[in-house]
């Protein structure tokens, strides 16, 4: 029997200590996650996108009463860069998430956002640099693919 173990490599970083293109990243990202439509879980959470181009594409989490027709924040915004700028790979997202009057500590994508990131990284053959915003810190992961080393469609080398 063969055994492998995969480790992947996290820095936490202070916010002011981001590049000045994160930082306006992350406050896109913020900015996105305050008008998210969340009356049922009362979770809001932002995404933007940074494209290689220097343009930002936001998104937040749509919420629907008839669960689970919603959509996450990293989503709305991978696929609405995907529609809009097919060709422009993207260079980094950025989520945050605000709940009970204030920005959360930790935030982490769900597993289908962690496959259309992955997918992401495929269909251009570029990292995705993930910046997972919480109060004062991020956390900041180099490629999507760290973030799901059996995703569908390739396994994490």
Do not use: H
């Not at 995969?6 to 305050?34: F, H, N, Q, T, Y």
């Not at 008008?35 to 343009?55: H, K, M, T």
């Amino acid at each position: 029997m063969e055994e492998k173990e995969w480790k992947i490599k996290v820095s936490i970083v202070p916010e002011c200590e981001l590049p000045a293109d994160e930082r306006a990243l992350v406050e896109a990202a913020r900015a996105a996650a305050l008008q998210a439509y969340a009356p049922y879980s009362e979770f809001r959470v932002g995404a933007a996108v940074l494209l290689e181009n220097d343009v930002t594409v936001t998104g937040n989490n749509q919420e629907n009463a008839a669960y689970p027709s919603g959509m996450c924040a990293e989503r709305i915004a991978l696929f609405y860069a995907g529609a809009q700028y097919p060709s422009v790979p993207v260079k980094a997202l950025a989520v945050a998430a605000w709940q009970n009057q204030a920005f959360v500590e930790r935030i982490s994508p769900c597993g289908g956002c962690r496959q259309v990131l992955l997918e992401t990284e495929m269909r251009s053959g570029k990292p995705v640099r993930i910046l997972l915003a919480g109060k004062n810190e991020v956390t900041v992961i180099s490629r999507a693919a760290d973030m799901l080393p059996f995703g569908f469609g390739s396994f994490r080398t």
